[in-house]
């Protein structure tokens, strides 16, 4: 069974369309976060939820908007894409918040913004 | 601010050691990990070491921390084809508020 499952794999869309990534663990952790990664394979966490509350929100535009319905689900929906959202974005879990967080990462969902 | 930074790109030949060097800023990092990234695939978790030791074993894998310079490094002994990925160096420390901080990442290609 996949731990930290997320989809789509692969999102292609339009620019100024709106779209959702969805992802799920299945691990019981409380704490689930989303990671933007660039071409350049530099890795950049955007937000960070914890028992379904916001702890971390790094400055990212307001487009970006996540919702954690439970606290095995944290969605992430891009509102107006632009061309520079193109990335890989990536999913991941942990156990809760402590000072030694290892992480869980899904598989990717690859967005590319014509 | 933290900060994390790795060389972009290492070769080496297969069953030779490869060693991945890491600096980071953070003095008050309390953990140090190390991540994989194969291609098409998510990070995955090498290994980690306690900011209070100077080395970990595991297998193949050995971690040096020295503390004083701020330097990690991984060790690969007898590196294999499959050992061809992206490796993450990351830390966490007081000051980063729960938020792991990753290095740009070394590419790791493996030559016959």
């Known amino acids: 069974d996949t731990a930290v499952s997320q989809t789509p794999k692969y999102l292609v869309t339009q620019m100024g369309n709106d779209k959702s990534i969805k992802c799920e663990q299945n ?4 704490t689930m976060y989303w990671y933007k990664q660039d071409s350049k394979k530099f890795l ?12 971390i929100n790094e400055t990212v535009p307001n487009r970006f908007s996540p919702k954690s319905p439970d606290k095995a689900h944290l ?40 | 601010g933290e900060d994390v930074e790795q060389s972009l790109f290492l070769s080496v030949r297969e069953g030779d050691s490869s060693v991945i060097n890491c600096t980071y800023t953070d003095s008050s990092s309390t953990y140090l990990y ?14 980690y ?30 590196t ?4 061809s990925a992206i490796y993450f160096c990351a830390e966490i420390g007081h000051s980063s508020a729960s938020k792991i901080i990753f290095g740009s990442g070394t590419r790791l290609s493996i030559r016959p």
């Not at chain 1, 691990?27 to 409380?30: A, P, R, S, T, Y």
């Not at chain 1, 290892?102 to 913004?113: D, E, R």
């Not at chain 2, 297998?59 to 002994?77: E, G, M, P």
């Not at chain 2, 294999?80 to 050992?83: F, S």
Request: net charge negative.
């Open chain 1, 75 to 114: 969605n992430l929906h891009i509102n107006s894409l632009e061309l520079g959202d193109s990335a890989v974005y990536f999913c991941a879990s942990s156990q809760d918040i402590s000072t030694n967080e290892k992480l869980f990462f899904g598989s990717g969902t690859q967005l590319s913004v014509l």
């Open chain 1, 44 to 55: 950049k966490i955007m937000f960070s939820y914890n028992n379904k509350e916001l702890i």
């Open chain 2, 49 to 78: 070491i306690f900011s209070n030791m100077d080395m970990k074993q595991d297998q193949r894998l050995t971690v040096l921390l020295n503390k004083k310079d701020k330097h990690l490094s991984l060790r690969i002994a007898d």
């Open chain 2, 80 to 83: 294999q084809t499959g050992d």
């Open chain 1, 27 to 30: 691990l019981g952790h409380d």
């Open chain 2, 34 to 47: 190390w991540y994989k990234q194969e291609p098409g695939a998510g990070l995955q978790l090498l290994t």
